[in-house]
């Protein structure tokens, strides 16, 4: 279900492989990126900017 349909969200196929090619890119292991996973909560802010242009 889109709730902030003007926002598009795109998550790679396998996660575990990007991460690893940051890695192996980096030459040593990095944290997790605050992107790395799709947050829920974003749906309010989005909703909220969209409903306030």
């Known amino acids: 279900m889109l709730l902030v349909p ?4 795109v998550k790679a196929e396998d996660a575990i492989v990007l991460w690893a090619r ?13 992107w790395a996973s799709a947050w ?12 306030n242009v």
Do not use: K, S
């Not at 829920?40 to 409903?51: L, V």
């Open 22 to 34: 940051l890695d192996a890119e980096a030459g040593h292991i990095l944290p997790p990126p605050f």
């Open 40 to 51: 829920t909560g974003g749906q309010f802010p989005g909703r909220q900017h969209r409903a």
């Open 6 to 9: 003007e926002v598009r969200l």
